[in-house]
């Protein structure tokens, strides 16, 4: 994105204010530069598409803060326990060596990956906070493969817009763009303040999105689809949280 085009969309964005015509420069702006995400409800979905627009454009691929070692919280809270599946159970009960990572969709070479063979990956670290967009925080050290890694290790090929990935826990869906998904900060994280994954914090396997809302950093990760529209998927919003009212786009 150049100065340029960038000041555009501001300039863009700027009219908004100035009435509902703005709206309209806004919705085509921000389709030009193809960042209308999936819960907008179409190009005249403004709101989503606004926020979505403008924080891609002037964030960009900005890191999240990371902190100090001295700086991790000692108490991080996990917001439930593992979850009471009879599957995961029985993963638990095999101590994960029978848990699975599948990666399809638009890659040259389909997977289903072990933590064993997730772990042999190039180890990235991390100290970022997750925002609950309930309020509250903590600071914690992530380790993990990074999913531009797991993505290429699969082949994903150029005209995968988007990765969709879900829970074993029913209900839990989400997916991010292709930015957020190759942005080195997006970890398939198997690691917690220097030991496994705790099970409460979404062991063996999460994925973890810093940039974003915690909701977005998906628990008990089973499954990777990449793919070039979101139609197919669920209602067609990109995740299960906007139906229940929180955006695809989280960005913090
Ligand atoms: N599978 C699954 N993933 C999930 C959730 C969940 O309930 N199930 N909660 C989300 C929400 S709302 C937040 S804020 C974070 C909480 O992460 P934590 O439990 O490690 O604190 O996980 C997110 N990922
Ligand atoms: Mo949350």
Known sequence: ???????KLLAGAGALAA???????ASRLAARYGLVPPD???LYGPGETLNYAAHRLLVGDAPAREFSPSQIS??????NGPPKLEAYQRHQEAGFATWRLAVDGLVARPLSLSIDEIRSLPVSSQ???????EGWSFIAEWTGATLSQVLEAAGILPEAKYVV???IEEGWWDSLDRAEALHPQTLVAYGFNGGDLPLGHGGPL??????????????????LTATDSLKGFGDGQGAA??????????GI
């Open 127 to 133: 100290i970022t906070q997750l925002m609950c967009e």
């Open 241 to 250: 949280g906007p139906a229940y009212g929180y955006a695809w786009y989280a």
């Open 74 to 79: 000692a108490n991080p809270f996990a917001q």
């Open 206 to 223: 999460r994925l973890r999105v810093p940039r974003q809302v915690g909701y977005k950093s998906v628990k008990y990760l089973v499954s």
């Open 1 to 7: 994105m150049s100065a340029f085009s960038r000041r």
């Open 19 to 25: 009435g509902a015509g703005g709206l309209a420069v």
């Open 165 to 167: 990935y879900r829970s």
């Open 40 to 42: 907008s409800g179409g």
